[in-house]
């Protein structure tokens, strides 16, 4: 079973009985979560074992046990977590922009950066997971499928945003063009992953992607 998260403990109990000395009684659950975020997207959910993630997440595995239930419950813990923290990120990086158009730029060129270097090579967790568990784990598929609908969703209000500025044509529809948009930056993540792409083959995406804005 899944132990639920709350956002403002970092801490969660590893055992109801007191610890072997020099054992901590406690883990930073959003370290180790970031830490296994890393091992799944670089090895894929599959690829991935209970002690693949013990020496990534610096847990034994009988911890990893009590607290998740799981591989499965590591997985979709590290995955809301990624959710949470990626969206943050974005969030950071465009606030300062103006408008809707160079807010939808700079959405494009967060995508392009995470596609190109080591980033693009460690890939993306909600690839990985629509990838090898959507059609086949109706958990994994549901939060998948949450997780394209909101990106979806951000990306036409911005455009929309941009329509209300002026600085998006109010010919566009929003909807179809910010579903396009959620597949390029998919598009960009699994290329990223694939093959060695540069910063300025990924900056050329960006500038062909702002042609649907007119």
């Known amino acids: 079973m899944i132990v639920p998260y709350i956002g403002a403990m970092n801490t969660i109990e590893l055992a109801s009985n007191p610890p072997k000395r020099g054992r901590p009684r406690t883990f930073d659950m959003d370290a180790a979560l970031d830490r296994a975020i890393v091992a799944f997207s670089e090895r894929g959910y599959h690829g991935t074992s209970i002690a693949d993630l013990s020496d990534a997440m610096e847990l ?4 990893i046990y009590k607290a998740f239930g799981d591989k499965r419950g590591v997985l979709l813990e590290a995955f809301a977590r990624y959710r949470k923290v990626r969206r943050g990120l974005l969030v950071t990086a465009i606030e300062h922009m103006q408008t809707g158009r160079e807010k939808i730029r700079g959405v494009l060129a967060f995508y392009a950066e995470a596609a190109c270097g080591g980033s693009g090579q460690r890939g993306c967790l909600v690839v990985a997971m629509a990838t090898e568990l959507a059609a086949t784990d109706a958990l994994a598929a549901r ?7 909101s990106n979806e969703g951000f990306l036409r209000e911005l455009i929309l945003l941009g329509q209300r500025d002026g600085s998006i044509g109010p010919g566009i529809d929003a909807a179809s063009t910010a579903r ?10 699994v290329v990223g992953k694939t093959s060695s792409r540069s910063r300025e083959d990924m900056g050329r995406i960006v500038d062909v992607a702002m042609g649907m804005l007119g």
Do not use: I, N
């Open 60 to 63: 034994t595995t009988g911890s």
């Open 143 to 149: 939060d998948v499928d949450e997780a394209h609908a």
């Open 180 to 189: 396009a948009m959620l597949c390029l930056q998919q598009g960009m993540r």
